[in-house]
């Protein structure tokens, strides 16, 4: 089992910056991916960004040159550097992980609006 703490989310502006934090507890060495998914009020779930193991990360076209995904593997924690925010980024921010033996643990979400 892993659980996940989210924080840094809140109110942004347009053209800001916002750091959100995902802390992993529990049975996080066995952690194989970290990432984060948004869900806009009305649309479905999407793939923001995520971050392997060996450091090899992956972006939504619509957020690359803006975030930056990166990992402390001694905090157990992952961070998403959102630059640039714009109103289409308002939406609630999942923290996720998935483990060596297959299974995906999700934070609770983090609300992140952006707004002027």
């Known amino acids: 089992q892993v659980q996940l703490a989210e924080s840094g989310g809140g109110l942004g502006q347009p053209g800001g910056s916002l750091l959100l934090s995902c802390t992993a507890s529990g049975s996080s060495f066995n952690i194989n991916v970290m990432g984060w998914f948004r869900r806009v009020l009305g649309k479905q779930r999407e793939l923001v960004a995520r971050i392997h193991n060996d450091g090899t990360t992956h972006y939504a076209d619509y957020v690359k040159g803006r975030f930056t995904i990166s990992r402390d593997t001694a905090k157990n924690t992952m961070y998403l550097q959102m630059n640039n925010l714009q109103f289409d980024d308002t939406a609630v921010y999942y923290c996720?992980?998935?483990?060596?033996?297959?299974?995906?643990?999700w934070g609770r979400g983090t609300q992140v609006t952006v707004s002027s």
């Open positions: 996720f992980v998935v483990v060596r033996e297959g299974s995906t643990y």
